[in-house]
Every structure is written in structure tokens, then in C-alpha cells.
């Protein structure tokens, strides 16, 4: 019985966990970025709050940026990741009322992940006003791949959400994505976790994404 709930669990949240929820408002334009290889770099345009972002990410191989979605000018800062070693694996902020608009990205953080070290950094705050009415937000954790939300040129950021690469969502599928990228040859995200129990758990193993079983 647990074993099927175990699996049936699995299978929803790869299906539905391609996309986090939108975290702030939907003022001005919709913007997509689709899902990508992998993040390269980010580019934040902030100051009281988040003004603008611009991700180059990889696109088969090529590094291409996207449009700057929002408001590009202000100070610029720059994330660089370790590609393809590191990883975004989480965003988090505070979304809100500001003196600017009713509902609006006020403060991002990027949270980085390296598959091999397992060191994690946190990138941020990008946005630094402390707005007392604001909401704070955790994306759920995985591997990001590509970003979408609300900004135009005349009305900053609004609200931000972001991908993932499927199947890898949630703290379980990040650690199982680790061991897999690591043993793995080629390495690939793991799909499937086996779990064997009777009352305690025997064995835990991973299907890779080449099937390989380990
Ligand atoms: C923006 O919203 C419109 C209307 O809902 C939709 O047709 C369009 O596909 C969206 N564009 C993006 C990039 O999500
Ligand atoms: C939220 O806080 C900001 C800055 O303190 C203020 O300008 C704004 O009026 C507040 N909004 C609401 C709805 O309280």
C-alpha cells in the first residue's frame, strides 16, 4: 500500500512540477523564457526594489540571452554561474505592496547550487528598501531552467516565476539528480526513484534518464 502511494506521489509531482507559481502581481507584459539547457548567467537591474532581469542561458549548446524583461537601467549586477556545474536550484524574495505599484517583485534572491561540491550560495538581495507590507516566497527547490512572470520597460518587475527541469523537482529529486550526475556516464537526471521496503526500507535505487539502473 505504501509502496503504491509512494509512486503515485512520484508521478504527480514530475507531471505537475515543470513550474512554480507566480510569485507577485501581473501588471504590464507576460514574458516566458521556456525551458533551456540550463542558466548561464543572470543580469538584475535593482535598487529599493527589482527594476529588471536578463538571463543567458543555454540553448543546445549556444549561450543566448534573452530580452531584458522589465525596467534595464539603475544599477546592474551580475550572477555568473560555474555552467554547468552550478545550477539555480530555488528563488526566494518578497513580493507586495511598494510606493510604485500594488503588487511587485521588491526583493529576489538566487539560490546556487555546484553538483559536485554541494556548496550553495545565495546570490542577493537584489532589491534592498525593507517594505513592512511585504509577503516573503520560497520556490520550491530543483533545477531551474528558465524564468517567466509579469515586467515591462515602464513598470519595473511584477511578478516572477520559474521552471524546472523535468523531472528533477523537489529536495528529493535534487539530491537524487546529484548521485545520478555523478555515477551516471552520460550523466542525466534521475526519473524514476525504486524504493524496496517490507516494514523498514531495504534498498533505495535510481533510474537514470539513459536508463542505466544503479
Ligand atoms: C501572454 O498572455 C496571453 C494572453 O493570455 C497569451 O496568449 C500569451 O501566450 C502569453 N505569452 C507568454 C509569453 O506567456
Ligand atoms: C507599503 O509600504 C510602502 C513603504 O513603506 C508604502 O509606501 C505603501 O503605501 C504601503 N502599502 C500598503 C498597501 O500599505
Not at 149 to 160: C, D
Request: glycine residues 14%; neutral net charge; charged residues 15%.
Amino acid at each position: 500500500m505504501a509502496k503504491w502511494l509512494l509512486l503515485f506521489f512520484v508521478l504527480v509531482f514530475g507531471a505537475n512540477g515543470k513550474r512554480s507559481s507566480l510569485y507577485g502581481g501581473t501588471d504590464g507584459e507576460n514574458f516566458s523564457d521556456g525551458q533551456s539547457q540550463g542558466i548561464v548567467r543572470v543580469k538584475i537591474w535593482s535598487g529599493y526594489i527589482v527594476d529588471g532581469i536578463q538571463v543567458q542561458s543555454d540553448q543546445g549548446g549556444e549561450h543566448v540571452w534573452s530580452d531584458p524583461h522589465g525596467t534595464s537601467k539603475g544599477e546592474t549586477k551580475e550572477v555568473v554561474l560555474a555552467y554547468p556545474d552550478e545550477y539555480i536550484y530555488k528563488i526566494s524574495g518578497r513580493t507586495g505592496p511598494n510606493p510604485w505599484t500594488s503588487n511587485g517583485l521588491s526583493r529576489l534572491y538566487l539560490h546556487v547550487n555546484n553538483r559536485r561540491t554541494n556548496a550553495q550560495t545565495t546570490f542577493g538581495p537584489f532589491g534592498t528598501y525593507d517594505y513592512s507590507n511585504q509577503t516573503t516566497f520560497d520556490s520550491p527547490e530543483g533545477t531551474v531552467v528558465g524564468f517567466f512572470g509579469y515586467a515591462s520597460s515602464t513598470t519595473y518587475f511584477r511578478g516572477i516565476g520559474v521552471y524546472f527541469q523535468d523531472p528533477c523537482m523537489g529536495g528529493s529529486f535534487v539530491a537524487a539528480c546529484q548521485i545520478a550526475l555523478e555515477t551516471v556516464d552520460p550523466p542525466g537526471p534521475a526519473a524514476v526513484i525504486l524504493v524496496t521496503h517490507g516494514r523498514i526500507v531495504s534498498s533505495v535505487g535510481l533510474r537514470g534518464c539513459n536508463q542505466k539502473i544503479l
